[in-house]
């Protein structure tokens, strides 16, 4: 009861700024001040998601959380790998850090065509878009937590006597685990849209080919009923990142 | 417990090489069961001197032996300014975090929980360190460093940052357990009134690098009405004086 009046307070303000928002597009389209076919009314929309059901959830969701799933999982093990390995060589480092960032200035769109044609239009070319984007933020947000551990603690438990690796486990870890977070969340949000963008650019089927394909008949209610989907899913996994961080760094957040 | 300095010297270098004598040929003596404090102006090198002791640093010539043996590190048990808690852990796993370094030091939690108790934080055992005072957080500092189970404590100004009133509580408290625990301490500190009241000796550093050993006649065991004693107020007069005298 507690928690539900804490959301509430959190997040009635936006809560019923979205309410509005919905009320007067609802008004602009039914009195046809904005064409349906521009921003269709929300009422529409979920009648749509209502109408399509079975193809929505069962076929072109399931193959969206599919790529999304094995892109983002990729990225957090390809992420933190890298992560790791740049903090205890500096040849890693100085090697690779650039191409980490360089990796963020390629416009994803212009790179996605190469990967259908490196991995046809099966789900490795949308999962290679995943990947590509959610990557960044996993590396950065670890290596940078790796390396903020402060040099009064390394100094604290070296006179204990303490190796690298019994600092690398007993401090460096716990103490990246914030910004390790702080990534994953974007990461995980952007696993996402990069899933999306590659359904967009090749696919037969996903909740992007979906919306595509809408959009080709000018249906623009099934193009907003997979945005919404997507945008539902999306705050379930931000939500769902965010619940972990809360177990996991439960000293952070204990008044 | 000896701890011997000799002929120690140690050259700080920055990131452009440039050189900075910290210490020169210093000579000091620390006797089993002493507490020693070290005083000086900012810069003299205090802070340097433990950092050499506990293995931090390497000096560039002399020696630095325990019981005759060339220091490495974990030989002596350390707490710096800083409380330095790690936020993640509890009070008790904080203080237990040397006997999971150090395969050979056997901490039980029995034993950790018994002298929580001894210092008053049996009841904060599985709280976290923000969840606690200055002065309490600064008691299990100096837990986590006397459950090393080493014999020398080296306190690098562990009370400069407490109010009076808890600094005045928290140096009674330590010569208690000081005196109960026949341990040997070097407590570096800038409050000359908290050398004369602790120790048995005061070693005064002086920017020219050169040290003065100068002993401590109170008796012992020490109360803070002892602070208005004569005796200690001439000593920490002589102390300012020497001191003051140096920035002429």
Redesign the interface.
Known sequence: MKQIKQWLQTYSLFLIFTLIIFILLEYLVRSELIPAFIIPAPTSVITSIIENWKPLFLEHLPATLLEFLIGFVIAVVGGVGLAVGMFFSKIVEKTLYPAVLISQMIPIIALSPIFVLWFGYTIWSKVAVTVLISFFPIVVGTYDGLKSS?K??I????????TRM?IFK??NI?MA?PSFFSGLKLAIVYALVGATIGEWLGASEGLGYYSRRMSGNLNSEGVFAAITILTLLGILMFALISLIEKRV?K??Y?D | MTLVLKNVSYTFRNEANQKNKVISDLNMEVRNGDFVSLIGKSGTGKSTILKLITGLLKQDEGEILINGKAITLGDVGYMPQRDLLLPWRTIIENIMIASEIQKDLQITKDEARSWLDRVGLLAYENALPDQLSGGMRQRAAFLRALLTGKDLLLLDEPFGALDALTKKDMQTWLLSIWQELNKTILFITHDLEEACFLSDRILLLHLDKTLDDIPVNLSRPRHPEMLHEMELITLRHNLEKRIAHETN
Request: proline share 5%; hydrophobic share 40%.
């Open positions: 402060d009064e603690y100094e604290l438990l070296r006179s204990m006597g303490a019994s007993k401090l716990p685990m760094l000293w952070k204990t």
